[in-house]
């Protein structure tokens, strides 16, 4: 019942995303909520990771709308699945563990760079500006919207202002129900009600159908996939990359370990099957995955049950959709824009190591200037220069090895669903270092949830090294800690990550009290504070020699 719940709660999450993220693409409002449909379904049945929640999401939006723009909806269904068959092949060559080590300047470079260009699309539509055709240059797109200016509409401003508003202020009132949903709701009604004349989905797509297309094969020829080679390359490199990089905070927060090469096989499915419905590409969402963890979701039923709550909402309601003012939808595409930004980690990323902040700014400028595919291309040589370079300064050869191999292979009797967690006690586990984002992407799904819990524990015995990137993450995530009023205690702390907190002035912060060498005590400490009788240390305890050697340091 508790998939269920979480899975009806997702299903609503996400139908203003995919509405939003279909029409930013340039396509009509209904492939959005198909791919979601047919695509989220699949990422769930077949996907690596008990919780992911797949559908479209805004990394995607650049590159779909350029593929569009110049070969029309049957080259996006063709470069989609061309997509989803080198998703399978990097799945079944074992190359799931191998995308943890892209650096991070190149993650946050596109990343960044992708959120300007979305926010850039959305100023015409926010704005109400009359321009019939915008340009795809990022410089002449915004020469045109300072050439239009004129011609501004102050009731599509009014109204894309007002769903800015409830979206960033709804929050306070309730987690439960999205403040997208809430701001969708509430314009619609308000241009209806008082008979504004600003853009709808109608009047710029017309009728919405309310049903699942027939699955039908697109057409190819030989000269059109050579040109879709590096976009189908593109979209498969961005969607590995989201979707492992969501599967790994989920198992931090629910205490398990996915398939890697699994959840690429799963992907690579779902964007061969999904085109021929008419969707987009799909890949793991971190938003709506960490809802799902959240409301309780656990197994692969509630991404299913996602999956269906969006059909029934497009069957049932779907005639209602076509209401939606554009500025609204345009009102959600830049918070979504604000989110992917990541502007205080880019402006962290700026201190550091000169070859860090080169790989950045040249990613984030390719990206934003030129153009993702070559972006990309640039990001991956540079990652590869960057990989060698850095794989020869580290002599521990176990570390690496144990990083490649894939997550699922062996059973840990010491996983946190053997143990029994006290009410109002979170526990969140990382697995390896903190590599290319998954420390900020943590921070982040920490703030979706209803109630900060009394106690967190943050779980590191596979955490054998930590940089400044994990410290800063450590450091935030402590302040945060004090403003809820929520006690921080680490568990299975290695040595060089404790030396390196003693270093950083964290571990007097933190208090030795609240540093534990494995997750019973550190229960047994939860416990304590709850003012709850200890259990002591479980039966199926298994210590490693790196526990041991910790404990004893």
């Known amino acids: 019942m508790k998939d269920v719940v ?28 198909i791919s979601a449909v047919v695509g989220g379904f699949l990422v769930s049945f077949l996907g690596g990771s008990r919780v992911q929640i797949g559908g479209p999401t805004g990394a995607f939006i650049v590159i779909l709308y350029g593929i569009v723009q110049q070969y029309g909806i049957n080259g996006l269904m063709l470069a989609t699945i061309m997509s989803g068959i080198i998703l399978m092949i990097m799945g079944f060559a074992q190359f799931g563990s191998l995308i943890k080590f892209i650096p991070y300047p190149v ?38 919207y300072g050439r239009n200016l004129p011609t501004l509409d102050l009731l599509s401003l009014m109204i894309g202002m007002l769903a800015l508003l409830i979206i960033l202020f709804w929050p306070k009132i309730s987690r439960k129900i999205p403040g997208s949903l809430v701001a969708i709701i509430a314009t619609t009604l308000t241009v209806q009600y008082f008979h504004l004349h600003v853009a709808t989905i109608e009047s710029r797509f017309g009728e919405i159908p309310s049903m699942i297309p027939v699955p039908s094969l697109p057409f190819f020829d030989f000269a059109t996939i050579r040109q879709l080679i590096m976009p189908a390359t593109t979209i498969a490199l961005l969607g590995a990359i989201e979707a492992l990089l969501s599967a790994v905070v989920a198992d931090g927060m629910i205490g398990s370990r996915h398939k890697s090469n699994m959840e690429l096989i799963a992907q690579g499915a779902a964007n061969i099957i999904t085109p021929l419905f008419g969707g987009l590409p799909v890949t793991g969402a971190i938003a709506r995955t960490a809802t799902n963890v959240k409301n309780g979701g656990r197994t692969p039923v509630a991404g299913m049950i996602h999956a269906v709550t969006l059909l029934l909402i497009m069957l049932l309601f779907g005639k209602w959709a076509k ?70 300064q580290l002599s521990n050869v176990g570390v690496i090895t144990k990083d490649l191999k894939d997550s699922d292979e062996e059973e840990d009797p010491n996983t946190i669903v053997t143990r ?71 568990s299975g702390v290695h040595a060089q990550p404790l030396f390196a907190l003693q270093q950083y002035g964290l571990y007097d912060e933190i208090g030795e009290e609240n540093i534990f060498g494995n997750i019973d005590d550190a229960l047994d400490h939860a416990r304590e504070i709850l003012g709850q009788p200890k259990l002591g240390r479980q039966p199926n305890f298994v210590p490693t020699v790196e526990r041991e050697k910790n404990m004893t340091s």
């Open 107 to 144: 993650i946050v470079g596109f990343t960044s760079g992708i959120a300007v260009i979305i926010f850039s699309s959305q100023i015409k539509d926010f704005l109400g500006l009359n321009i019939a055709h915008v340009p795809a240059d990022f410089i002449s797109k915004w020469t045109a």
């Open 323 to 392: 209401l939606i003012p554009m500025p609204a939808l345009a009102a959600i595409l830049i918070i979504v824009a604000w989110n992917m930004s990541e502007i205080k980690v880019f402006r962290e990323l700026l201190k550091s190591p000169r070859s860090d902040v080169v790989v950045l700014l040249t990613t984030f400028s390719l990206t934003v200037v030129f153009d993702l595919t070559l972006a990309i291309e640039i990001g991956m040589l540079l990652s590869v220069v960057l990989f060698m370079q850095r794989m020869a």
């Open 420 to 490: 029994k967690v006290p009410d109002g006690v979170e526990v969140f586990e990382f697995n390896g270092p903190f590599f290319f984002g998954a420390a900020s992407k943590f921070r982040e799904a920490m703030h979706i949830v209803e109630k900060a819990p009394k106690i967190r524990i943050i779980r590191m015995r596979n955490v054998l090294s930590i940089d400044a990137t994990g410290l800063n993450l450590m450091k935030e995530l402590l302040k945060d800690c004090i403003k809820a009023e929520t006690r921080l205690i680490l």
């Open 6 to 33: 979480a899975g009806v709660m997702v299903g609503i999450v996400a139908l203003p995303l995919a509405i939003a993220f279909a029409i930013a693409s340039g396509v009509s409002p209904e492939k959005g909520l």
